[in-house]
């Protein structure tokens, strides 16, 4: 695990809502878990098959984790450490921002940085 960087992913309009706000409080789904849903940079492409399969207009953004205070890694149900966000998160920590295409099967195809 890489503890440097988090990604977030999540569609155009949340992240452009985000901007206009001045802060993300999370998706649909970060709000009724209470926490924001990050991945580390080895499990983007499982979340993305596993949740996003089929969805177009996702953003990933790739955040400073070492700003984040409120950042806990926590267990899932099966078994792997993922990053949760107990608070908002402050946009100045996203570093960069990756616009993802969806391939013909489907699935994304990821920038070479992922």
Do not use: R
């Not at 790739?62 to 806990?72: H, P, R, S, T």
């Not at 149900?77 to 908002?88: E, Q």
């Amino acid at each position: 695990m890489n503890f440097d960087f988090v990604y977030k992913i999540c569609t155009k309009s949340e992240w452009s809502e985000a901007k206009q706000n001045n802060v993300f409080k999370g998706t649909a789904l970060d709000l009724k878990d209470g926490y924001i849903h990050f991945s580390d940079k080895d499990q983007v492409k499982q979340t993305l098959n596993k949740f996003y399969i089929n969805q177009t207009n996702l953003i990933i953004l790739k955040v400073d984790a070492l700003k984040l205070k409120n950042l806990v890694w926590e267990q899932s149900t099966d078994g792997n450490m993922f990053p949760h966000l107990y608070s908002d998160l402050d946009l100045d920590f996203v570093v960069k921002e990756y616009m993802i295409d969806l391939k013909d099967d489907g699935k994304h195809n990821l920038p070479d940085e992922l």
